[in-house]
């Protein structure tokens, strides 16, 4: 079975900080897709970045960053330079190859950057 | 790429009627997925949706209180039977991206209040 786990569940941070986001999975699966999404209050999903677990690769995308250790089955998502605008709920997902588009889920990590 | 309407947007119901939440893709996809996100938690999949045949519920999930209909390749929809309080969620439809990459589009979700 796979589990996705966030251990923090709320982080607070001054605006301009940077804040690391963590991710730890477990899949039996050789071949799967990690993902980041960022849910604002509005309610809507938004897609952040999708990992396949043939590229360890680290991905920089702004002031984003995502930093994946198949060693240590985490996928962890630093933001830097935090802004007011970065405040949601990231939620972190495990996805097999062979059903594209079903995920399984993290709890969820609320970041609230304070001004 | 796929886009997702989904609608309605929120809704009010009293206890023990039905919703019915449609989701049409804009392209055609095979598998289509229904999420429901409790207050404050994380998504949690309740039922994969395949065109010309029955969905598949995952556990917990049984297909009297979420009937769901997948009569094309673009478009299924979601009913919420008998409702409870408890059916307060945020229901989200999801469709993949690309058959290949696992990368999902999801709509904008149904706000579900029972009183």
């Known amino acids: 079975a796979q589990k996705v786990t966030q251990a923090q569940t709320e982080i607070s941070v001054v605006e301009k900080e940077d804040v690391t986001l963590d991710c730890v999975y477990e899949?039996?699966?050789?071949?799967?897709?990690l993902f980041w999404y960022k849910q604002p209050p509005s309610g809507e999903l938004v897609f952040l970045i999708r990992?396949?677990?043939?590229?360890?690769q680290n991905e920089i995308s702004g002031r984003y960053s995502w930093n994946f250790q198949k060693s240590t089955s985490s996928f962890n998502f630093t933001i830097t330079a935090s802004q007011v605008v970065d405040s949601a709920v990231y939620f972190c997902?495990?996805?097999?190859?062979?059903?594209?588009?079903?995920?399984?889920f993290g709890d969820g990590t609320t970041l609230t950057v304070k001004p | 790429s796929a886009v997702i309407s989904q609608k309605p947007s929120r809704d009010i119901c009293q206890r023990g009627t039905s919703l019915t939440i449609q989701c049409q893709v804009d392209?055609?996809?095979?598998?289509m997925f229904w999420y429901r996100q409790q207050p404050g938690q994380s998504l949690t999949l309740i039922a994969t949706?395949?065109?010309?045949?029955?969905?598949?519920?995952e556990s917990g999930f049984v297909i009297d209180k979420f009937p769901i209909s997948r009569p094309n390749l673009t478009f299924s929809t979601l009913t919420v039977s008998n409702m409870s309080p408890e059916d307060s969620s945020i229901y989200l439809c999801?469709?993949?991206?690309?058959?290949?990459?696992?990368?999902?589009?999801f709509g904008q979700g149904t706000r579900l209040t029972v009183v």
């Open positions: 990992r396949n677990s043939f590229d360890e």
């Open positions: 899949t039996r699966d050789t071949t799967y897709y």
């Open positions: 999801s469709a993949p991206k690309h058959q290949f990459t696992n990368e999902a589009f």
């Open positions: 997902a495990l996805s097999e190859v062979a059903n594209a588009g079903k995920s399984t």
């Open positions: 949706a395949n065109q010309g045949s029955e969905a598949t519920y």
């Open positions: 392209s055609q996809v095979t598998m």
